[in-house]
């Protein structure tokens, strides 16, 4: 892990008061899931939005115009693209001016090779627990897996991570990994944080 303060996203929220309270902690990025098999889906606009600049919107699978269209609406700045989304699509989103993240799933190293068909694409990858879905198992898995990672794209950190993680995450060190993705482990019910767990989390992780 680099020296500087590592990058904080808040995955799958939705409810307006609950994503001003996490805001107001200074996490870096807030994701809005817009996969309709996710508890944390997003059907409707929340009354609050975090600054622009914050807005993550998570898609699986989905039309590009489909992203497009909904990335307008929400005023989306990042798009993370969390199925098997193939690479002209990051090209598209690209061109539209989105950055982007590209979720990967983990279980091997042998999982890592898909990665370089998207070098030069994403602004950052997201390295997740494998399962039969597409992210959500609240499992974490072999960190030690990801010192096979050489490629330049920096990534974040995820699955199932939680406070019983730190002393895992103080032994993992690599450097392209610029930060962690909060969700599951970090609620209360699907879609609603914990802002005092994430408070401990953030407190922790940058004294480390």
Not at 115 to 136: A, H, V
Request: include cysteine.
């Amino acid at each position: 892990m680099k020296t500087e303060k590592p990058l904080i996203k808040v995955c799958g929220m939705r409810d307006a008061e609950n994503i001003r309270s996490v805001e107001a902690l200074g996490v870096d990025l807030i994701g809005l899931i817009f996969f309709p098999n996710s508890p944390r889906f997003v059907d409707t606009m929340p009354s609050y939005m975090p600054q622009k600049e914050k807005r993550v919107g998570v898609f699986v699978n989905a039309d590009v115009e489909q992203i497009l269209q909904t990335a307008e609406q929400y005023k989306l700045s990042t798009i993370q693209l969390h199925g098997d989304e193939p690479k002209e699509t990051c090209n598209k989103l690209r061109s539209e001016g989105y950055h982007l993240i590209k979720a990967f799933q983990i279980a091997e190293a042998e999982d890592l090779k898909k990665t370089s068909e998207y070098n030069g694409l994403c602004d950052y990858y997201l390295f997740d627990t494998k399962s039969s879905g597409y992210g959500g198992t609240g499992k974490t898995f072999n960190w030690n897996v990801l010192q096979h990672y050489s490629d330049n794209t920096p990534f974040l950190l995820s699955g199932g991570i939680s406070l019983a993680s730190m002393d895992s995450l103080s032994a993992f060190d690599h450097p392209q990994c610029v930060g962690f993705d909060l969700n599951s482990r970090f609620e209360i019910s699907p879609g609603l944080k914990d802002p005092i767990l994430i408070k401990q989390f953030i407190n922790r992780i940058v004294t480390r």
